[in-house]
């Protein structure tokens, strides 16, 4: 049998090394959904991430009705709100000193549509424990990582120096990288895309 159509509606870098390192074969189209307008006031973080997974997946689905499409998004919860993409260093720089030696939570949303449906939606949640680095190591990691900083919700890559920046990581780590493979690979396998 041959295996469906599979799309990935993500422009995520990180997304695509995931699938690839796991032997997936995908194209890639990039959603183009407006995000904030589903970020509403006292929106739930990790239901957020699925809302929007779900709207990245349908408005690839709806131009490629024959394909499975994998919408995917991420949400962080630092101090009782929801935090978003750093406009520029200043602001990446400013966030990470706000959550030295503090808790988070990030949520790895994930949907499957065909059809211009929904198959699947679900999300993972790492619970995230920074450190309390010095100033110095701040600059250092700024310095280093640059703007690649500004495509990351937390302005982190635990796959690169990012690392350094953690006490304690509870989660998967693909969770963190932007997708909960385990769950994905499963649904990818019982809608006929992966073999069984």
């Not at 990351?152 to 953690?166: A, H, N, P």
Request: with cysteine; hydrophobic share 45%; charged share 25%.
């Amino acid at each position: 049998m041959t295996p469906a159509r599979f799309i990935l509606a993500s422009k995520s870098a990180a997304r695509r090394e995931v699938l690839t390192n796991a032997g997936v074969t995908f194209e890639v189209q990039v959603a183009g959904v407006d995000e904030d307008a589903l970020k509403t006031p006292g929106v739930d973080p990790r239901q957020l991430a699925i809302d929007l997974a779900k709207a990245k997946a349908l408005a690839v689905s709806a131009q490629h009705p024959d394909a499975v499409v994998l919408g995917a998004d991420q949400t962080l919860a630092f101090d009782g709100g929801l935090v978003s993409k750093a406009l520029n260093l200043d602001q990446a720089k400013a966030r990470l000193a706000s959550m030295r030696g503090l808790p988070h939570q990030l949520h790895s949303g994930v949907a499957l549509a065909q059809g211009g449906e929904i198959l699947w939606a679900d999300a993972d949640t790492a619970h995230m424990v920074v450190r309390d680095f010095s100033d110095a190591f701040l600059d250092a990691y700024i310095a280093h990582e640059g703007d690649e900083l500004l495509h990351c919700v937390g302005s982190y890559r635990l796959e690169g120096m990012g690392s350094q920046l953690f006490d304690k990581v509870d989660g998967d780590y693909f969770t963190v990288l932007g997708m909960p493979l385990w769950l994905v690979l499963d649904k990818l396998r019982e809608f006929k895309v992966l073999p069984e």
